[in-house]
């Protein structure tokens, strides 16, 4: 993977606010790239440097190896898909599209058939003379993403692309996106609060919290192997077990339970996936557990059983309906789960 | 229904009591009789009187190129004003910079009109201008007023336009200054135009401040009105009211009509 745009040591303050604290961060070229985070987290802020509404206070941001810290966001070959969207909305939907290639002096000719492709490519052909406000807020999110495409940008930015949307067309328009993204060889890369978006449409995410990267790798990778108890939590509320690591085994004394497997010496807390914990018939020793079922939640494809260890703590167990029944509250179960199914925590 | 009923009768009484005199004064400008308030047939001998009495169509011209005068600097001055409050984010000294603005909207007349006669005279003495006082000193006075109006009125419109807007401009290629011509500057037209049209109002109507910063050469109609009350009135005074109540009607419409909320 080659970078497009690498950020080095970005640090941003807003008063008293460190906003982004030393951050690096490399992006490849065609790479969807997702910053995941929380409200403050620094997200949005590094998306606005990146795009050169603000100017990070130290660091430098290299896009193909130029330091393009300070060049005013109308010079940079980088573009944005706003939040709000901000279709102006005193020109129609071909007017919108055009404005990029009008600043750039573009030929009539080669613009008119540059909108036409961007129009099509977002399935809006036809609808040139539209006004913003007679557009539903899927066509206005499209209008959005043509007006930036059109530009032929190497970097797209995306600020919350799918936040405005209504569930039924945020899937869909997920697709559309990784699709859009596969056509035309950018790098994307979205900003987004909910880590479900982030992690089934990045190639790659990063979790920021308090202006840093808590982890960054593929989905997968970062889902199924937390670095911390932050990213743990943050992803999917996994379990996490509070403890002391002992020669291969991690001792939770609150929860009463022993994991044994491949444990660093350096080991806090481990996380435990509800989806890897199997309600057992029977069982003893290390990776097993007993508890009285608190609650049962029925969710589709399987249920969500809160299994009380006493000691305060409770673990979630996701039991999949193909497992038979769930048990009924109340009930004594056993719990067990494979050695490798735990992930220390160093932090 | 009683209430309804209740609620009509007080809407015709108030609307009676706003609008009677306006409606007599109209009225009694087409009246052929030379006492301004006895009815003698209807007549527009009036309005041709007022068409031949040039100092009344004098003062009314300077009036009226006083009013664009002041309302063209108050829309650039007071835009700007509005702008910088609506935009700037919470700059040192901006809720003092806000209140100062309004200062002119609830200032007593008197008290801006003396306060601003006091400046012309300080400024006359330092630097020898203005030479004296007249129609530039009361085109300074009014766009100070218009100004304080245009700037809640932007203020207002641009609070309520979407920022990034702009920022989408510059994202895809436009200078601050294109953008703001392009952007920023088709969105705020209307509200620009109302604003002209309030301070251009407001300027027409003004008899106080002009009373008290003007000199020989710079009467306006306003001042030219009072001084005919002095001397008596005639019909010629009905007539007059009537022309400035539906030119000032006309241009409150339009106000209104710009300043109207948007769709979508």
């Keep these: 993977m080659t970078a497009l745009l690498r950020a080095e040591a970005i640090t941003k303050r807003f008063g008293p606010t460190l906003a982004l604290d030393a951050l690096d961060l490399e992006i490849g070229q065609g790479e969807f790239f997702a910053l995941l985070g929380g ?12 795009a050169g509404f603000e100017t990070p206070d130290s660091g430098r ?3 193909d190896g130029t330091d393009i810290a300070a060049t005013p966001p109308w010079a940079r070959p980088v573009n944005m898909m706003f939040q709000s969207y901000a279709l102006f909305p005193h020109m129609s939907v071909a007017d919108n599209v055009a404005y990029g290639l009008r600043r750039a002096g573009a030929p009539k000719a080669e ?3 540059r909108i036409a492709t961007a129009l099509a490519m977002v399935g809006l052909s036809g609808f040139e003379r539209r006004r913003p406000h007679e557009l539903s807020g ?22 919350e692309p799918l936040g405005a949307l209504d569930a039924g067309l945020r899937e869909r ?8 993204q596969r056509e035309t060889g950018a790098a994307f890369v979205m900003v987004t609060h909910d880590q479900e978006e982030a992690l089934a449409l990045a190639d790659r995410v990063a979790l920021l919290d308090g202006g840093r990267i808590a982890q960054v790798g593929p989905p997968r990778e970062i889902y199924e192997r937390p670095a911390s108890r932050f990213v743990a939590r943050f992803l999917g509320a996994a379990n996490v077990l509070e403890g002391r690591a002992a020669q291969d085994r991690f001792d939770c004394p609150d929860a009463g339970i022993t994991c044994a497997g491949a444990i660093p010496a350096d080991t806090v807390a481990i996380a435990l996936r509800p989806e890897r914990i199997r309600i057992a018939a029977a069982g003893e020793g290390p990776n097993t557990a007993r508890g009285i079922v608190q609650d049962v939640a029925f969710r589709g494809d399987d249920s969500l059983v809160l299994v009380d260890l006493g000691g305060g703590t409770t673990l979630r167990v996701a039991h999949p309906e193909e497992g038979g029944p769930p048990p009924a509250r109340g009930a004594a179960v056993t719990l067990a789960w494979e050695a490798a199914d735990v992930v220390p925590l160093a932090s | 229904m009683t209430r309804g009923r209740f609620v009509r009768a007080a809407l015709a009484a108030g609307l009676l009591f706003l609008w009677l005199p306006i409606l007599l004064l109209v009225v009694y400008a087409f009246s052929a009789d030379r006492i301004p308030f006895q009815w003698g047939g209807f ?19 300077l009036s009226l190129r006083i009013a664009a005068g002041a309302a063209t600097l108050a829309v650039l001055i007071g835009g700007a004003a509005g702008w910088a409050l609506a935009r700037f984010g919470p700059f040192r000294g901006r809720a003092v910079f806000g209140a100062l603005i309004g200062a002119p909207l609830v200032l007593p007349e008197v008290v801006t009109g003396l306060s601003l006669l006091l400046l012309f005279v300080a400024l006359e003495t330092a630097t020898g201008w203005p030479q004296g006082r007249g129609a530039l000193t009361v085109l300074f006075a009014h766009a100070t007023l218009g100004a304080a109006f245009v700037a809640v009125v932007i203020q207002a419109r641009l609070a309520e336009t979407d920022r990034s807007l702009e920022e989408a401009a510059m994202d895809l ?11 920023t500057l088709p969105l705020i037209a209307p509200a620009l135009t109302a604003g002209w049209l309030l301070a251009f109002t407001l300027s027409l109507d003004d008899v106080v401040i002009a009373s008290f910063v003007s000199g020989p050469a710079g009467t306006t109609l306003p001042m030219a009105l009072f001084a005919m009350l002095r001397l008596g009135l005639t019909p010629e005074v009905n007539a007059l009211g009537a022309v ?10 339009v106000a209104a009509l710009l300043l109207r909320p948007r769709r979508g």
Excluded at chain 2, 173 to 183: H, I, L, Y
Excluded at chain 2, 246 to 253: E, K, Q, R, T
């Design chain 2, 43 to 61: 007549s527009l001998r009036w309005f041709s009187a007022l068409a031949a009495n040039e100092r009344l169509v004098e003062a009314a011209l």
């Design chain 1, 61 to 63: 941001l290299l896009l």
């Design chain 1, 173 to 180: 328009t997920g697709f559309e996106l990784r699709a859009l």
């Design chain 1, 138 to 159: 899927g066509q206005k999110q499209r209008v959005a993403l043509a007006r930036s495409l059109v530009m032929r940008p190497r970097l797209l930015l995306l600020d």
């Design chain 1, 111 to 113: 613009a008119a058939s």
């Design chain 2, 173 to 183: 290629g436009a200078t601050p200054f294109t953008a703001f011509r392009t952007v």
């Design chain 2, 244 to 253: 400035i109540v539906l030119g000032v009607g006309a241009m409150l419409a």
């Design chain 1, 39 to 50: 409200s403050g987290s620094g997200k949005s802020t590094l998306l606005r440097i990146i």
